[in-house]
């Protein structure tokens, strides 16, 4: 029998505790006691530590003595940390860099190593070691930061005195800003195609948005929005919104605008959302239109939510004849959640009660709590590029309608939040046919047989490309897959320009489950896959007929766009 070591103990104790919900320091003490265990590995390590630090202080002694020399530890390409040229030429500097460089691969790479640690507390441990890795980075603060120092010397201090401000300013209000939060005023700046909200009920607003060509398809689109954020991310700026392009193509188009939920709404169900929400509207878009069905666009949960709807008309005979959507699109759209990407390193058994019991208290989750969570995926881009370039360079926030919508949260119900973390993340259920029952009926993928179109996002750090291609195979109709470059939302949000900034692979993947046997025939394209999409739409919209009026005497116009719930906070 093993004998039990103090440090064992403690992560066996930790595990699950109140006093470390997210596994943090239990995690990272089952990392520690296994190398601990292993002094043979560990001294290897550490052999080879020596020597790469011989070879790092060679080099420093080289460029000392003024002999060219090339980098002992290489920084990644993609680093924007030390990409300013004297993090190389400087001897100082580039000590510092390559030090600290060696000293986090050293410490991911052996974590990832471990043996006799599963792979969910190795990625813990590396997640949170990362964090901290990431926040000691020399490029951080102010006397390790050659460009901070520069800054501050021509500028005569200004800088300096600018950055203070700026460190005043969040401390005030509690956060690390990204943009200013007048930069942008929905309805005004963002959100501005002309249109009518013509369906409202408890939890959502239905905006049907007004032609700007003489004619347009007979089939309308719905968009679905995640309700984890507002709407208007589909409709930013003219110049990036979504809406505004598939209007000009000659698309009728409907948007969900979600009620941002208060301690009201805790008994709200993910049920209510699919069949008091989402079923709603696109009755009322077919009502409006006079068709028998319409094209619906799930982003995100919203694809999610979509498929569940899908599926949930499926299981019935008589609700499959009387479905009201012909074909659909996902855009990254989870329904495997075996491996959720980074997110997963949040959710656990502890860290789900945890999340539980502080929703029962206050009816929902905060959406400032979600906001920061997605913030520590990426914490270089999301954190320390701000606190950088706002404290240390004394600079403005840049005014971005990206970032102003990704800073205007929106809050999740307890009882929806807590069924969608248990049942879908945790338990994995949706994938699994006849295994989840929404309204009392047991979903299976399978059954949904209308064509779909399926995007995902190369960088995607929240809904992984991988993991949304796996749709394709759960599903029983025709799948074109499209696999864009850049991440989440710039992966979607992703209008054409000339020239062309991004690039994507597309490619019929009708019942494959395989992504990277689909990726190794697909050739990529340069451009806007929004062009082969309206395209796709176009085959399938029916013909070119007069516009449909803004609402109808079932449905009447209730209020300009963006309408009411938007606005709420």
């Known amino acids: 029998m093993n004998a039990r070591t103090p440090v064992d103990q403690t992560a066996s104790l930790l595990s699950g505790s109140p006093l470390d919900p997210f596994d943090i320091i239990g995690s990272c003490l089952a990392v520690q006691q296994a190398w601990l265990l292993q002094p043979e590995r560990m001294a290897t390590i550490i052999q080879s530590l020596m020597l790469d630090i011989s070879r790092v202080h060679e080099r420093f002694v080289r ?17 924007e940390r030390f990409q300013d040229p004297v993090w190389i030429h400087q001897p100082g500097f580039s000590y510092l860099k390559e030090i600290y460089l060696l000293y986090s691969r050293l410490l991911e790479d052996a974590i990832h190593t471990t043996w006799n640690v599963g792979p969910g507390r190795r990625r813990r441990a590396a997640f949170w070691t990362r964090q901290w890795l990431d926040a000691i980075a020399p490029t951080n603060y102010f006397w390790s930061n050659p460009e901070a120092l520069q800054r501050s010397i021509v500028s005569r201090g200004l800088s300096v005195l600018q950055g203070l401000q700026n460190w005043l300013r969040d401390v005030a209000v509690g956060d690390i800003r990204m943009v200013e939060p007048d930069a942008f005023a929905v309805g005004h700046s963002l959100a501005t195609t002309p249109g009518q909200v013509v369906l409202r009920n408890d939890l959502v607003e239905l905006i049907q948005y007004a032609p700007t060509t003489q004619q347009v398809h007979t089939v309308p689109i719905v968009l679905i929005a995640p309700w984890v954020n507002k709407y208007y991310i589909l409709d930013l700026s003219p110049r990036n919104s979504l809406v505004r392009y598939l209007i000009d193509q000659g698309f009728t188009v409907f948007v969900t605008s979600w009620r941002n939920p208060g301690p009201e709404a ?20 077919r009502a409006i239109c006079g068709v028998p069905q319409v094209h619906a666009t799930g982003y995100c949960l919203g694809g999610t939510a979509l498929a569940m709807l899908l599926a949930w008309f499926g299981a019935d005979p008589t609700d499959r004849a009387a479905n009201p959507v012909a074909h659909w699109t996902t855009f990254t759209t989870l329904v495997d959640f075996n491996d959720p990407g980074e997110i997963g390193v949040f959710l656990n058994e502890s860290s789900f009660d945890f999340l539980r019991r502080r929703m029962a208290t206050t009816g929902y989750l905060d959406g400032a709590t979600m906001a920061w969570a997605f913030r520590l995926l990426r914490p270089n881009n999301l954190i320390w590029h701000y606190v950088v370039h706002s404290y240390l360079y004394g600079e403005d926030l840049p005014p971005s309608d990206v970032l102003f919508w990704n800073c205007d949260n929106t809050r999740m119900p307890a009882a929806m939040h807590e069924f969608y973390l248990r049942e879908l993340y945790l338990n994995n259920r949706l994938i699994q046919p006849g295994t989840l029952e929404i309204g009392g009926r047991r979903l299976d993928l399978g059954t949904i047989t209308q064509p779909l179109y399926a995007v995902g996002a190369e960088q995607d750090h929240i809904a992984p490309w991988r993991q949304t291609f796996r749709l394709c195979g759960a599903v029983g109709g025709s799948v074109r897959y499209v696999l864009a470059t850049s991440g989440h939302i710039l992966g979607i949000i992703n209008p054409p320009v000339d ?19 689909w990726l190794e025939t697909i050739p990529k394209v340069p451009g806007s896959w929004w062009e082969d999409w309206s395209r796709w739409l176009s085959e399938r919209c029916g013909p070119f007929v007069s516009p449909p009026s803004l609402g109808n005497a079932q449905y009447p116009p209730l209020q300009a766009a963006p309408g009411q719930y938007v606005l709420e906070s």
């Not at 460029?63 to 680093?79: F, H, K, N």
């Not at 709200?268 to 878009?285: F, N, W």
């Not at 490619?507 to 990277?516: E, H, I, L, V």
């Open 63 to 79: 460029t000392r003595l003024g002999c060219s020399s090339e980098p002992a530890v290489a920084t990644i390409p993609y680093d």
């Open 266 to 285: 805790q008994g709200v169900t993910l049920a209510d959302y699919l069949l008091d929400g989402i079923r709603p509207v696109l009755i009322a878009a």
């Open 499 to 517: 020239p062309p900034k991004r690039r994507f692979w597309l490619g019929d993947a009708t019942g494959q489950f395989d992504p990277d046997t």
